[in-house]
């Protein structure tokens, strides 16, 4: 069963949940002032102007006591001293492990928290110790297969593991994340990819270069974006503006587009999923078109990604024309543009304009 906040006319939070019959059933009282979403088994609840935190059987796990609150990454959380400006962690036995002192606190796992004082940043351990002097200016997120986290020292960048060791020396112009053992890395406006010890595995030739996802990258080459291999072989041909990421939630999105799309054959009283490779609605998307038909939801592909052309650039964003594409190069695309905004990676978000019926692809930093 789900865990809800109940909300009152009075205004007062409490918790419930709904049975099988979809009658709702009280957990604990409509007592709290304010409160937020149980976020790792806790809720952050307000009592008597201080912030506690519940669990989802609505017993209090921490006191109120404090006079802000964040939600709990893993198994820890940060807080703010009302007095000082200052943070400190705490883990969700309510135990603080470090003194009010930092300006910034990042959570990066269960191992690891990156915390800022002026312009700089330290690592720190679950004990609350500082496993490196205060040295990066910059950090970058975390994958939690690899376990190495970017970071930014004297403008160049490299990787830190779990300890806080540096482990690959910060000496790259820019790094993305490290995904199936490898990462993009920048050397000399170049962008190629390294190995766990550092050591260019494909060399850095292209434009720009994404994490690998599913054995394959997307990179930029001679202005036009395509897909590679991890052992640098082209996998498919650059021609596209813009080319994201494989996965399986861009097939889900594709789904349930296709639903909102489909067509009943009255002949076969059967449901068929009409779709069409991508220039039989966009004149000059590419040079090959065939319209395909799929009649069973099996028949689409595992995995698919997100591909652009015809970006232009506006004052703050690039406009666009979309479609999707299967690792076997098939492209596709609906009669109208139903697509849901999503995020097509770390370095673009990507938003649906109906006015002109394009999408707007907005470039952000890769670590925001």
């Known amino acids: 069963m789900s865990i809800l906040l109940g909300k009152t006319k009075d205004g007062l939070y409490g918790l419930v949940t709904k049975n099988s019959e979809g009658e709702i059933i009280q957990i604990c009282p409509p007592v709290y002032e304010d409160a ?9 609840v307000k009592m008597c102007g201080k912030w506690g935190f519940i669990n989802d059987k609505g017993q209090v796990a ?13 198994n820890y959380t940060f807080l703010k001293c009302s007095k000082t400006d200052k943070y400190a962690i705490i883990n969700k036995k309510g135990v603080q492990i470090c003194e009010y002192e930092y300006d ?12 800022r004082k002026g312009n700089l940043y330290c690592l720190i351990n679950k004990k609350g110790e500082r496993v490196s002097e205060f040295k990066y200016s910059g950090i970058g997120c975390m994958n939690s297969e690899d376990g190495l986290i970017p970071v930014l020292s004297n403008n160049k960048w490299g990787f830190v593991d779990l300890k806080g060791n540096e482990v690959i020396q910060c000496k790259y112009f820019d790094v993305g994340n490290f995904n199936e053992g490898l990462a993009p890395a920048c050397l000399e406006k170049k962008w190629g990819y390294i190995n766990k010890e550092g050591d ?19 990179v930029k080459e001679d202005g036009k974006c395509g897909y590679i291999n991890k052992k640098g072989s082209k996998q498919i041909y650059p021609k596209y503006d813009f080319a994201g990421p494989f996965s399986e939630k861009y097939t889900q999105y594709f789904i349930e587009n296709l639903k909102k799309n489909q067509i009943v054959d009255k002949a076969q009283k059967n449901k068929k999923y009409h779709l069409y490779k991508v220039k039989r609605i ?4 590419t040079e090959n078109y065939n ?14 990604a997100v591909v652009a052309i015809h970006l232009e650039k506006t004052s703050s964003n690039y406009i666009c ?44 930093h890769p670590f925001n």
């Open 321 to 364: 024309k979309h479609g999707f594409i299967d690792l076997n190069k098939n492209e596709y695309m609906f009669s109208e543009y139903s697509f849901h905004p999503v995020f097509l990676s770390k370095r673009f978000i990507y938003k649906y304009v109906p006015k002109t019926k394009s999408f707007a692809l907005t470039q952000i």
């Open 104 to 115: 910034e606190i990042h959570i990066q796992g269960n191992e690891l928290f990156f915390a």
């Open 200 to 218: 260019f595995v494909i060399k850095p030739t292209y434009e720009f270069a994404h994490d690998f996802r599913h054995q394959v990258a997307s």
């Open 36 to 44: 937020r979403e149980l976020s790792n088994g806790l809720a952050a």
């Open 62 to 74: 921490i006191p109120f006591k404090f006079s802000t609150i964040n939600d709990f990454q893993y």
């Open 282 to 285: 966009v004149d000059n998307f």
């Open 291 to 304: 319209a395909r038909i799929i009649t069973k939801e099996e028949e689409i592909p595992t995995l698919m």
